[in-house]
């Protein structure tokens, strides 16, 4: 049986009379109102879901595993020369985003491409004027890097008149090819949502009280923690505490005041937190610090996608972070490039996806940046590199 962080005996004992409680109070007088965005708080039972909670671990020790083959494309076209990609970014203080562009830029130098980065600062007037940037510099094609292709909509018609291709990053929620994207590239949001609810399943006994962090205004991201969210209520032992709807570009000034009020709200009941991003819990560590929280927790906190560099800090030294799902950045940033290169050679899009990872302290290496095996080599040969 497999296990990532527990907490003190007597923590969890305390833990469990509070759920034992709850469970009475609950029938008395019903459930509480506990989220900012109105989400039921559902009853914790001792019990927990044994039936969840065994598939749940297993599909943990699957997805902790280091040794993932490269199981993406090993044909192609060879790389077509004198090309330049314009990376808009929904914002370089997103490590996911910054990430993925620093892939684009280490392929490009590969194949022998130029690469430039607009930031888009975070805004939708930023993001807006990027992308009319990038359209104007007529480049051989565009990354979306992040954000809603709906949100910059006549830039990239304009794009596409002009038959420059564009390439999502996290873009939608799908890995495929979508209206105006030649294709779109991220893990799939089921499995990191899935996998992000299966580790709080599996690292409580399926009894907890969750916190999610999302930023809505980002449809990616809502539809991640949404997805969260049913992921969680297969356990009828998981108690939803709190959805916290926090903008990423307003995390450092928000989230020490929400985790604050957090705290005093929830107190012993808060066991278990998961971001839609990593950054939430760096801004985070003040507030737990401040409150003379423990960094090797309750709560245990796993961010649900991205990979910040910074994270992994985080986990190797109990830092008020114990797990993350981390996207294979630089493998997508290659990915990006190789389905330009399909695009500008008449080929369809691969169709890759990357299966999901979680990176914890309790690996033999420790929880560090993670990619399959061997996809630079491929891709190299792919293109006559």
């Given at each position: 049986m497999h296990r990532t962080r527990k907490a003190p005996p007597r923590t969890r004992a305390a833990r469990l009379a509070s759920c034992a409680l709850l469970v009475t109070a609950t029938a008395l007088i019903g459930c509480e109102r506990g989220s900012s965005d109105g989400a039921d708080e559902t009853a914790t039972g001792p019990g927990g879901c044994p039936v969840v909670q065994t598939s749940a671990q297993e599909a943990v020790a699957r997805a902790e595993r280091r040794d993932t083959p490269w199981g993406g494309p090993t044909s192609g076209p060879e790389a077509?020369?004198?090309?330049?990609?314009?990376?808009?970014a929904q914002t370089m203080t997103n490590p996911g985003v910054a990430g993925a562009a620093n892939g684009v830029r280490e392929a490009a130098r590969a194949i022998g491409w130029d690469v430039r980065v607009?930031?888009?600062?975070?805004?939708?007037?930023g993001i807006q004027a990027a992308m009319s940037e990038?359209?104007?510099?007529?480049?051989?094609?565009?990354?979306?890097?992040?954000?809603d292709p709906d949100s910059t909509a006549q830039q990239a018609a304009r794009a596409n008149a002009q038959r420059i291709p564009l390439i999502g990053w996290h873009a939608v929620p799908e890995p495929s090819?979508?209206?105006?994207?030649?294709?779109?590239v991220t893990t799939r949001v089921q499995d990191v949502a899935r996998i992000s609810a299966q580790w709080i399943i599996s690292d409580s006994d399926g009894r907890a009280g969750v916190v999610v962090i999302t930023d809505a205004s980002i449809p990616f991201a809502r539809n991640k923690s949404d997805l969260i969210r049913k992921e969680l209520a297969r356990c009828e032992g998981v108690r939803l505490l709190s959805v916290e709807n926090i903008p990423i570009?307003?995390?450092?000034?928000?989230?020490?005041?929400?985790?604050?009020s957090l705290l005093s709200r929830f107190q012993d009941r808060w066991t278990h937190s998961v971001a839609i991003n990593d950054l939430y819990?760096?801004?985070?560590?003040?507030?737990?610090?401040?409150?003379?929280?423990?960094?090797a927790g309750p709560p245990f906190n796993i961010g649900a996608g991205d990979g910040d560099p910074s994270a992994?800090?985080?986990?190797?030294?109990?830092?008020?972070?114990?797990?993350?799902?981390?996207?294979?950045?630089?493998?997508?940033?290659?990915q990006i490039v190789?389905?330009?290169?399909?695009?500008?050679?008449?080929?369809?899009?691969?169709g890759y996806t990357a299966p999901v990872h979680i990176a914890t302290a309790v690996n033999s290496e420790g929880a560090k940046t993670w990619d399959p095996s061997g996809y630079r080599e491929a891709y190299r040969e792919i293109w006559g590199k």
């Open positions: 077509v020369s004198g090309k330049s990609i314009v990376y808009v607009i930031d888009g600062g975070g805004t939708p007037a990038a359209v104007a510099l007529r480049p051989s094609g565009i990354v979306i890097g992040g954000f090819r979508q209206p105006d994207l030649f294709t779109n570009p307003d995390a450092s000034t928000r989230t020490p005041r929400e985790i604050s819990f760096a801004d985070a560590a003040p507030a737990f610090r401040a409150a003379g929280e423990k960094g992994f800090q985080r986990i190797n030294s109990r830092q008020y972070q114990a797990a993350t799902v981390p996207e294979p950045l630089s493998l997508q940033g290659w190789d389905e330009f290169n399909r695009a500008f050679s008449g080929r369809p899009a691969s």
